[in-house]
T-cell receptor
Framework: GNSVTQMEGPVTLSEEAFLTINCTYT??????LFWYVQYPGEGLQLLLKATKADDKGSNKGFEATYRKETTSFHLEKGSVQVSDSAVYFC???????????FGGGTRLMVKP | EAGVVQSPRYKIIEKKQPVAFWCNPISGHNTLYWYLQNLGQGPELLIRYENEEAVDDSQLPKDRFSAERLKGVDSTLKIQPAELGDSAVYLC??????????????FGPGTRLTVL
């Protein structure tokens, strides 16, 4: 079946540090891939997405590249801010395009 | 434009009691989802509605969980009776049918249920 595996947290960084959160997915079909972010007390928000191999999704300084050969979609940001502290979820779409499977989430804490 | 609205935000009940959660999706969104999010885990789909029809409820524990979406707008998720293991956050999301293979899901803030 479909599954998504992401690195466990928490990830604790200092402000302006480089961020990588790893995500891999099961390679059934050619799913669209997503990163969602959940700020404290809020619902999940779509951060970025990529719909085919080698696509790069980007938003708010975050980037992730759809790597078919390694079935990965790692999230990166060159310089994190305190306001980036949140839980990040990697997700893949099913082949019908109507369902998401989420990873377990990675909590990011950025210290000033 | 208002987002997905859920109520209550928090609910504390004793085991064996019934509980209900309410969701109002974004206006015009025909697809509605209920997810279960256990502590430290990602959301898991419980049920998906296309308008008023439940098209995917394979993960809904039907012995104690039920859901409805009358008139294809608001939805209610019920648990009766609640068990200790039901303590979790219940998320509602909605999306609209559009062009392309994926229609972005917009999430509500969730209802945090604690069963004592």
């Amino acid at each position: 079946g479909n599954s998504v595996t992401q690195m466990e947290g928490p990830v604790t960084l200092s402000e302006e540090a480089f961020l990588t959160i790893n995500c891999t997915y099961t390679a059934t079909g050619y799913p669209s891939l997503f990163w969602y972010v959940q700020y404290p007390g809020e619902g999940l928000q779509l951060l970025l997405k990529a719909t085919k191999a080698d696509d790069k999704g980007s938003n708010k300084g975050f980037e992730a590249t759809y790597r078919k050969e390694t079935t990965s979609f790692h999230l990166e940001k060159g310089s994190v801010q305190v306001s980036d502290s949140a839980v990040y979820f990697c997700a893949r779409e099913n082949n019908a395009g109507n369902m998401l499977t989420f990873g377990g989430g990675t909590r990011l804490m950025v210290k000033p | 434009e208002a987002g997905v609205v859920q109520s209550p935000r928090y609910k504390i009940i004793e085991k064996k009691q019934p509980v209900a959660f309410w969701c109002n999706p974004i206006s015009g969104h025909n697809t509605l989802y209920w997810y279960l999010q256990n502590l430290g885990q990602g959301p898991e789909l419980l049920i998906r509605y296309e308008n008023e029809e439940a098209v995917d409820d394979s993960q809904l524990p039907k012995d104690r969980f039920s859901a409805e979406r009358l008139k294809g707008v608001d939805s209610t998720l019920k648990i009766q009776p609640a068990e200790l293991g039901d303590s979790a956050v219940y998320l509602c999301a909605s999306s609209s049918r559009g062009v392309g293979s994926y229609n972005e899901q917009f999430f509500g803030p969730g209802t945090r249920l604690t069963v004592l």
